[in-house]
């Protein structure tokens, strides 16, 4: 739901507006027709290949981007093995195929789409990005570290409505232009999930709820996010008779025993409350 992709729900379409390798802009849709565990069909929309197709190196680019925020590769074999053994409803989570967070082709995006979920509205964060994307100006497509740096915070806060985000971003965008923030040890951390929150969190604007989401994006689900639909799903749901509000500490210890599959845990326990 955030720019540049888009989805058709009636179509049940995902579309991504991507810019390969050799700096063309393609746009591409996503479908699985033949419903959960079947091949996904992807077909050009827009720029680039919209009329000639594309080259074999650029189907490779594509499904490569594709496979990444999709996270074909990730394996869950470990945490269904934990939802059978906790009874329901987490032995709904293997055969309804939930486990794989969405994420953006590249961990830059989804830094900066976590920042614009800090203390406002998921209209509010809709927006900001949306914004981002226009004020870059760069053929739909998310701006690169660089581009981003380039508009500068004045512009980001006034014209993108990023408030006071706006000089987190800018600095974030700064630092990663310059390669002075390196994504790809994150990407391959082999170090404890302490030691990576550490590092996250030196990120200005990134808290501990952002922090949580950004250790979640790199396939570890130590943390949970603690925000107000945590607090009030929990609260609903295992406290419902408390007569004083449970704390933090006492809610997050509901989650305690899934370990290293905390996260993941707390949000097959929200999804399946809204889809039951």
């Known amino acids: 739901m955030l720019a540049p992709f888009s989805g058709d729900y009636e179509r049940r379409e995902l579309e991504y507006r991507y810019r390969l390798p050799g700096g063309h802009v393609t746009q591409v849709a996503l479908r699985q027709p033949g419903g959960r ?12 290949g919209a009329r000639a197709g594309l080259s074999p190196p650029e189907w490779t680019a594509v499904r490569s981007a594709v496979g990444h925020f999709l996270r074909v590769d990730d394996d869950l074999q470990p945490f269904y093995t934990r939802c059978r053994e906790a009874g329901e409803p987490f032995v709904h989570a293997e055969r309804t195929g939930f486990g794989r967070l969405m994420r953006s082709p590249t961990l830059f995006e989804d830094i900066v789409k976590i920042l614009a979920t800090t203390n406002t509205t998921w209209a509010g964060t809709k927006s900001m990005v949306a914004n981002l994307v226009a004020l870059a100006d760069d053929g739909g497509v998310f701006p690169a570290p660089d581009r981003v740096a380039a508009i500068g915070a004045k512009r980001l806060r006034k014209d993108g409505r990023w408030g006071y985000r706006a000089e987190s971003l800018a600095a974030i965008a700064r630092t990663t ?3 002075r923030l390196d994504f790809d040890r994150w ?9 990576l929150e550490a590092e996250i969190l030196e990120l200005p ?8 989401h950004v250790l979640a994006v ?6 949970i996010g603690l925000d107000t639909v945590f607090r009030g799903f929990v609260k609903k749901k295992y406290f419902p008779k408390a007569r004083k509000p449970p704390t933090d500490k006492r809610m997050l210890k509901i989650y305690d025993k899934w370990g290293e599959w905390r996260a993941l845990a707390y949000w097959f326990d929200l999804w399946y409350s809204q889809e039951s």
């Open 218 to 223: 790199l396939g570890r689900y130590d943390r």
């Open 187 to 195: 990407e391959s951390w082999d170090g404890s999930t302490e030691e």
């Open 37 to 48: 565990g079947k091949p996904l069909v992807a077909r050009v929309t827009g720029g680039r």
């Open 177 to 179: 232009a310059s390669r």
């Open 205 to 212: 604007g990134i808290g501990p709820y952002a922090a949580a």
